[in-house]
């Protein structure tokens, strides 16, 4: 469990750096959250995050914090998983399985 | 109470910088709150976001996923130590709530800002009622159970009164609210703590401290199972959602640290009265059919 506690404070400070980069070059901009617009597709695609996070600026990169913090809980039920591997309990192998590629489907398959 | 439009515009013209820190400092609050009551800070954040900031309700429900995500990240891995959360009964329930959530998120297109304010003061009136009604105590807890057997949904728990040994119910009936649990959180990007609750301590006679954290570590399985599809239409921005990732986590960690030390029961009956006065006022605007 120590090493999904490294990984949420990594996605943290990954944001955090972002926010403060966007916040020294765009602070005094004024927000636009009433109506809404959706984000451009750079920030919508999982591909496009991982890949091309040094490109939008600091907003990919708070961007890639957020994707790393939700992966956190796919990791632990992989994490599981291998737990249940090497207990041999085969039906929980293939729940958390289930489970776990479910996830990783809905995660990457609709922001393709 | 203060006309919410009003409360709106005086935040909204605000520029990047304090609003950010407004934010953060509002989500700070939000997670302590949230860790300290056990119902999770997305309850209180979407309509904290939508009334008091005027923020459009598609992002409120994106920045609020993350939140759902945060807390559980923040606090999860603090219970698991603790020996009261049963990984098995989380990740059979997850194979629900996770279907329940993509079938949520993919049926939220259909029904219009209105209903989803309504729904969502409707879920937060629950929130209060299961708050107010206390864990009976369950004779039942550990009859022999063919289905838990089998799916080995049973264990150990420490308690005051020695360790005790439990045996999952009426699995059937625990599962298919898992699945509406799973739904309301894809639907409205909340994490629907208190209908796991729900389902675990009532529907399937699991001891409380069993139910609450197993629920704390299933909430961020079943946000992320929607997050990806959230991402996609756009919802997630990342200027809400950072401040609230971070303000939010900090909270939780500052809750769970708070915890031993604050009167639980005072502090729940006045989140309670909170949570329902907010579930007033979604379902109010959502009637009024103004469900920005």
Redesign the interface.
């Known amino acids: 469990m120590k090493l999904l506690r490294t990984f949420t404070a990594i996605a943290a400070l990954i944001v955090l750096i972002g926010t403060l980069a966007f916040l020294y070059h765009h602070g005094d901009m004024i927000p636009h959250y009433k109506t809404f617009s959706g984000e451009p597709a750079s920030l919508r695609s999982c591909t496009i995050i991982i890949e091309q996070f040094n490109q939008h600026g600091s907003l990919g990169v708070i961007q890639l914090g957020l994707l790393m913090l939700i992966f956190n809980p796919i990791l632990r039920v992989i994490l599981s998983l291998v737990s249940f591997v090497h207990e041999r309990n085969w039906k929980y192998v293939i729940i958390s399985g289930i489970v776990a590629s479910t996830l990783l489907y809905s995660l990457l398959s609709s922001a393709g | 109470m203060v006309p919410s439009e009003q409360v709106?515009i005086l935040i909204?013209?605000?520029?990047?910088?304090p609003?950010?820190l407004l934010l953060f400092f509002a989500s700070i609050i939000a997670g302590i709150f949230g860790a300290l009551s056990g119902l999770g800070g997305g309850s209180i954040l979407t309509p904290l976001l939508t009334l008091a900031?005027?923020?459009?309700l598609?992002?409120a429900i994106g920045t609020s996923l993350?939140s759902v995500?945060?807390t559980?990240?923040?606090s999860?891995?603090a219970y698991?130590?603790e020996g009261y959360t049963n990984?098995?009964l989380a990740?059979?329930l997850?194979?629900a709530t996770?279907?329940g959530a993509?079938a949520g998120a993919m049926s939220a297109t259909y029904f219009n800002k209105s209903i989803l304010s309504i729904i969502f003061g409707a879920v937060l009136l629950q929130s209060a009622w299961m708050s107010l009604k206390p864990s009976a105590p369950k004779e039942e807890m550990n009859a022999p159970n063919k289905t838990a057997q089998w799916?080995?949904l049973y264990g150990t728990c420490p308690t005051t009164e020695g360790v005790i040994q439990y045996r999952a119910q009426n699995v059937p009936t625990g599962f298919s609210l898992m699945f509406l649990a799973g739904w309301l959180s894809g639907l409205l990007g909340i994490g629907s703590g208190a209908i796991k609750v729900l389902a675990m301590d009532r529907a399937m006679k699991l001891p409380f401290k069993v139910s609450t954290t197993t629920s704390n570590?299933m909430i961020?399985?079943t946000?992320?199972?929607?997050?990806?599809?959230y991402?996609?239409?756009?919802?997630?921005?990342?200027?809400?959602?950072?401040?609230v990732?971070?303000g939010v986590?900090t909270g939780s960690l500052i809750g769970a640290k708070l915890l031993p030390k604050v009167q639980n029961k005072i502090l729940r009956s006045i989140f309670t009265v909170l949570v329902a006065l907010i579930g007033i006022q979604m379902i109010s605007k959502g009637l009024r059919g103004g469900g920005?």
């Open positions: 709106a909204m013209p605000m520029t990047e910088i609003l950010t900031f005027g923020v459009d598609r992002y993350i995500i945060a559980s990240s923040g999860a891995s698991l130590k990984v098995k990740i059979f997850a194979l996770t279907f993509i799916l080995e570590f961020g399985i946000a992320a199972a929607s997050a990806g599809i991402l996609s239409r756009g919802y997630i921005d990342p200027i809400l959602a950072a401040p990732m971070l986590l920005s």
